[in-house]
């Protein structure tokens, strides 16, 4: 929520107005249509939250932002690791769309080490495999990639076709692993785009698939640093995890791995060594969290390390959750020197940024963390919703018992986690947690998007193009964010757009430097020149009557 | 490295794709519908398809790119996605009220068996088509042919749909416009202006996917061939083809539907083809070329005689799509230079006569490859077997060139990191000084920045 301080009297009238755009928005739509949307624009009030309705299927026609389940499993959530060679089985055009084109960097350790990021791999079917069947075709792309690359693993994407036609990628895998032998593991993921409503399912297919391939192959406890911990669902766009594993190393906390941000094979199997799961993107990897907890006893929290003093407020949690001195101390000094450059850069600019209004719609955790670093610039949020998110995206964890498992949801593959017989280890006592949580931390928890709102403010899920164009229409925003289809849409209507899956080819903005870069960007897009020269001279009245004048 | 897992020696790959030079069909159905004023193109098929689609097309053209999309859920791929084209439609007209609906299929439609004649018809007895309005469908499998299939076929849908012939011909010439860009389409009707011909071009990209900002969005911005012109295409007297892999098809349905006679040359860049293209409109328009279109190709000659010595011998390697790529090797044979790896994912037997033929005597050592696994990765293990002085492609090539320290030239699709494409033309006199102006820059901004201080030299 914006500070007090920074709410104009502009910004309240407008927050006003929002009330009314349900009712206006629906008007046009056709009844069916119309009724559905209802329920998923509603106003926001951080107290008493609202339901929304989230996670179901998109309206055939209205034009909606969501992308696939393919695209949330390898584009998301396995592409960013880089030794993994990553084979999308299907036709040429999925493999090819995902290609780079998410902006996860990634530096390997030195020139040998493994980087298939920069590659593409399909296996390109054609008519006679839909025929056939493209199971051999499989077999022989894995069979060339290992003697082409002999990588430590190789991934198996499933495209629409193949649920259809029936190949099954698992039985593949499992052939493959045993005939090439030499300890490389091979695993398929079944992210058909049709399975689910939107990326989201393709992420918890790719949670699955973590868990049961890679996760927990290797105990050995790495690194020197006692403080372990991973940061989940942070995915390096733009350089976001270089950022994070320079703070984290200044603190001196052992980063054990990053699902999946500039990620290795090794790091997942090693994952559950860290004493501490950080959860980033709730939406993308809520469920390697919870299972790492029932399987291994690793406790979760929830962070949102974008914005300098919501980074600030992720290593304290991290400092109070393992209570040694040491650590406060050195947090309390790495905050205090990177707030430096953060102040300095923030006081230059917060005065042309105060009081602006800024849209998010976007992602399943962006629209809710980008509002820490609006707060910080004083510009308020007037409207907000997710691309793909679930109604605790939005109202918190609390609601997950009372969600409505659909046949869509139902038929994402629920695994059942127990105990891992040898390697349960609870981090902490069950009264080390009460202490902790009576302190205030709290574990397993998410409060969502709608608690961070202003009370009043548009919250609309799976926005429609005509929604969007709406909005803009009536509210005028000065920022609106959301992805690379709206970008030239908005800007055509003389609003700029922050792309917040890419960046603008920016970032990163996660962390301290992250805050700096963002709120430098802000203020190059609300006070860049060029807006002012939207309409030719000869264009405006008094040109005209200038004319007449002389 | 950035491919450093490229090396020179090659295996027999049957079955791996890697970096490819092509992609799937339905993004040049989508790219083609753009180009018909008014029209909204929709993709039949799982969300993620039209998503990749925008966001391919919007990271190049740097423009809005509407469509939509039947959102296939798990049942609609068992039970078939009629129902949610029927309501797409509904919701559509409903909505956004585009003139004409052009749907195209996805792999998915395509492998459950979705008959779009059927489910169109049912939307139009449900009453679900506004008078007046069109819903147009085309076939495009993504496993069969490439990207540059489905343009094709987008574009004979419109011949399909909406070409009409009355008794009596016009003296007008239709322009069937291949894959290319914006600003190239403009060109071309640039240069049919000065040479005062009558031409229609379909599809029209021009207005559309280089539309000005003025504050105020348009969903269909004001380019694009209007129905009225399309339809009118059946009364010209003759087609011109420009790129025989993307306009051929339509051409020869073009002339048994509406008896328009035609003849397909490729896209005009560089010097020879434009050539080509000015003789064939002059002769099929019947007007006499005018003296400031020789100009222009002096001024052409003239920029290639000036600069003659630095492009000869160069090796280059070029990927990308067949209509470009076989006026480009034309144009650098012009130009003295070598062009000696050539891939092409989209297969077909009239670019590798082409290449065999323009190649044999100016670059026999050249290699060239078409189709399935004719691919990036293969023409970067050739270029690690032998080097070349430049390389020429889509957006992709940036992480080869970086590798082996190659000037880059960007043209084809997709080019996602420089601007430009759709606002500077390729082709004609005017494009083909373009083209060589970046060749030349590429070339001499690499010798001014890599050769021995003592070398480096004040003028050139």
Known sequence: MVYESDKTKETETLIAELKGFKEEVITKYPNKVAKKRAKSIVLSDPVDTPQIQANVRTIPGIITQRGCTYAGCKGVVLGPTRDIVNITHGPIGCGFYSWLTRRNQTKPEDENAANFITYCFSTDMQDSNIVFGGEEKLKQAIREAYELFHPKAIAIFSTCPVGLIGDDVHRVARHMKEEIGNGINIFGFSCEGYRGVSQSAGHHIANNGLFKNLIGRDDEKKGSLKYRVNLLGEYNIGGDAFELERVFEKCGINLVSTFSGDSTVQKFENAHTADLNMVMCHRSINYVAEMMETAFGIPWIKVQPIGANSTAKMLRKITQYFEEQELIDRVEEVIAEEMKEVETVRAAIYPKTRGKKAMLFVGGSRAHHYQDLFEELGMTTLAAGYEFGHRDDYEGRHVIPTIQIDADSRNIEELTVTKDETRYNPRKTEEEMKKLEAEGMEFNEYHGLMKQLEKGALVIDDLSHYEMEKLIEKYKPDVFCAGVKEKYVVQKMGIPLKQLHNYDSGGPYAGFKGAVNFYKDIEQMVCASIWQDLKAPWESEEYIEAQFVY | ?460
């Open chain 2, 1 to 460: 490295m950035l491919l450093r897992h490229t090396t020179a020696s090659e295996i027999e790959r049957k079955a791996l794709t890697i970096n490819p030079a092509k992609t799937c069909q339905p993004v040049g159905a989508m790219y083609a519908a753009l180009g018909i004023h008014g029209c909204l193109p929709h993709s039949h098929g799982s969300q993620g398809c039209c998503s990749y689609h925008r966001s391919a097309l919007t990271r190049h053209f740097k423009e809005p790119v509407m469509a939509s999309t039947s959102s296939f859920s798990e049942g609609s791929s068992v039970f078939g996605g009629s129902s949610n084209l029927v309501s797409a439609i509904e919701t559509i007209f409903t909505i956004y009220d585009p003139d004409v609906i052009a749907v195209h299929t996805t792999c998915l439609s395509e492998t459950i068996g979705d008959d779009l004649t059927q489910i169109v018809s049912k939307a139009s007895e449900d009453g679900k088509i506004p008078e007046g309005k069109r819903v147009i469908y085309c076939n495009t499998p993504s496993y069969i042919g490439t990207h540059i299939t489905g343009y094709s076929n987008q574009l004979a849908s419109f011949v399909r749909f909406f070409s009409t012939a009355t008794p009596k011909k016009k003296n007008v010439v239709n322009l069937v416009a291949g894959w290319m860009e914006p600003s190239d389409m403009r060109e071309i009707k640039r240069l049919a202006s000065v040479l005062e011909t009558r031409t229609i071009m379909f599809p029209d990209m021009s207005g559309v996917l280089d539309s000005p900002l003025t504050g105020k969005y348009k969903m269909y911005p004001d380019g694009g061939t209007t129905i009225p012109d399309m339809i009118a295409t059946g009364d010209s007297k003759f087609s011109i083809g420009l790129g025989a892999y993307c306009t051929e098809d339509t051409c020869v349905k073009l002339e048994s539907k509406c008896k328009v006679k035609f003849e397909v040359i490729e896209i005009p860049i560089g010097l020879k083809a434009t050539d080509r293209f000015i003789t064939s409109l002059s002769r099929h328009a019947n007007v006499p070329v005018p003296d400031s279109i020789t100009e222009e190709r002096g001024r052409l000659i003239d920029f290639i005689t000036d600069n003659s010595k630095y492009f000869w011998r160069k090796r280059v390697a070029l990927y990308g799509d067949p209509d470009t790529l076989i006026p480009m090797v034309e144009f650098l044979l012009t130009l003295d230079m070598k062009p000696v790896y050539i891939v092409t994912g989209t297969a077909g037997k009239h670019f590798d006569e082409e290449m065999q033929r323009m190649l044999k005597e100016k670059a026999p050592e050249a290699r060239f490859k078409s189709g399935e696994r004719a691919d990036m990765f293969l023409l970067h293990q050739w270029i690690k077997q032998e080097p070349v002085d430049l390389l020429m492609g889509n957006t992709y090539g940036k992480y080869i060139s970086r590798d082996e320290n190659l000037p880059f030239v960007r043209i084809g699709f997709p080019v996602m990191d420089r601007p430009g494409n759709n606002i500077f033309p390729n082709v004609g006199y005017i494009g083909g000084m373009n083209l060589a102006n970046k060749i030349l820059e590429s070339l001499l901004n690499h010798y001014d920045r890599t050769c021995k201080e003592e070398k480096m030299e004040l003028q050139m």
